[in-house]
């Protein structure tokens, strides 16, 4: 039986304080075979390719020599983990994703840091937030801790494309996507998981980081409450590929999402927002609650809240927070700061907000929080300093189970 981790329904309850049915987000299957990390299998490329130089990698351009691949169905549950030479998929013109987006998600890394080690950053997050949006859009679940040690062992393997540069990672992108091979909308009975892997460089130029503008237009929204904003699926991505070029021809980067009578902000782009502001007592940075179900739970939106709250004088708030609070801090000199986080960028600092055609000029404080937070995080990712949100790679075992693997050119640690 699939282990629905207290974590998990611990978040759950979060996103859905009033008390809403969960049980309809639960996956329909959970009797079949379980997700093993002890059947992992590996078939080895008998060619390698030649790796991209560090510096400079283009965001999830290149791709490693293996990947990992677990099929699952209503028959058997899931079915034998393989990490196998990197290749296309083959799937049905039919295959559900196609035709109703059954589909999910997640965006990892993993970092090589100044002493050799290389890391992943809080990894348990992710599998529970897979995890989740696996239940909301009828896929099915499946224990974390296997799938984390199926990852550990393709990256292992893939150790010498972790970039060295202290601006590059290596990106982990799970995939999840319905493949049962019939028309007519309805949960796949069949799916495919998989694990790519990609070097990437600073998800900002060669000039370092830039402040964006931020295109704040009521009339576009990317999520409501009782939606699924708080799933990492790809059909939340597409439908915001329009705007975002709206905001471009705006003379904008990003878009600030707003919606409701009272343009209640949820997030930018397609990162959560912080904004700092002055208050009678102090100092307040502000984030969107989770509560309302149109915020994406970020594991760097945690991260940087878990911080904040060990800075002194500094009053941290997950509340509703709203386009015109905001814009009225700006006009009253209030407002200190702005700043989106995510994966990939990590923390992007925001530099303006263009309103009913007017552009509102946001601070940007060189040793801001915005800076301190990206500097506190780089330490971590690198090994700077020693954090439990660090995951050493070769010395970690999620599963605490010893499993027989061919030969290879590394040694896999258990």
């Known amino acids: ?200 460089g600073s998800y900002f130029s060669a000039k370092g980081i830039k402040p964006v503008t931020l295109l704040c237009d009521p009339r576009f929204v990317r999520a409501t409450p009782g939606g699924c904003g708080y799933t990492k699926m790809g059909s939340n991505y597409a439908p915001t590929l329009w705007v975002q070029k709206a905001a471009e021809a705006e003379g904008c980067e990003q878009v600030l999402w707003v919606f409701g009578e009272d343009q209640e902000v949820t997030e930018v782009g397609a990162m959560n927002i912080f904004t700092l502001m002055k208050t009678d007592a102090g100092c307040e940075l502000v984030t969107p609650p989770l509560t309302s179900g149109t915020v994406l739970p970020g594991v760097t939106r945690r991260s940087i809240l878990e911080l904040a709250m060990a800075k002194p004088g500094l009053t941290v708030s997950e509340r509703k927070i709203t386009l015109p609070e905001i814009l009225t801090a700006q006009s009253e000199g209030r407002l200190l700061e702005m700043f989106g986080s995510g994966t990939a960028a990590i923390v992007s600092p925001v530099g303006g907000l263009k309103y009913n055609g007017v552009h509102h000029k946001v601070p940007t404080p060189q040793f801001g929080l915005a800076s301190q937070f990206l500097e506190q995080l780089n330490d971590i990712y690198y090994g700077n300093i020693e954090h439990p949100w660090a995951v050493d790679v070769l010395g970690t075992n999620f599963t605490q189970e010893d499993i027989v693997l061919p030969s290879v050119s590394v040694d896999i640690k258990s």
């Open 1 to 200: 039986m699939v282990v629905v981790q207290r974590s998990l329904r611990k978040l759950l309850g979060v996103l859905h304080p009033s008390g809403l049915e969960t049980a309809r987000f639960q996956s329909v299957y959970t009797q079949q075979q379980d997700l093993l990390s002890t059947k992992l299998e590996i078939e080895l490329t008998p060619k390698l390719k030649v790796k991209p130089a560090a510096e400079g990698l283009p965001f999830g351009h290149h791709f490693t020599d293996h990947m990992l691949t677990i099929s699952w169905n209503t028959r058997r549950g899931w079915g034998k983990p393989k990490i196998r030479p990197f290749g296309n998929l083959e799937l049905h013109p039919a295959s559900k994703v196609f035709h109703y987006a059954q589909e999910l998600y997640e965006g990892m890394k993993a970092y090589r840091g100044l002493d050799g080690q290389v890391r992943l950053f809080r990894p348990s997050l992710n599998m529970d937030r897979m995890n989740m949006t696996a239940e909301r859009s009828c896929l099915p679940t499946f224990d974390s801790n296997q799938l984390l040690e199926c990852i550990r062992k393709l990256i292992v393997i893939e150790l010498d494309w972790v970039p060295s540069s202290l601006s590059s990672s290596l990106y982990i992108r799970p995939t999840m996507i319905g493949t049962e091979s019939t028309l007519g909308l309805g949960p796949s009975t069949e799916a495919t998981l998989f694990v790519i892997l990609s070097p990437v």
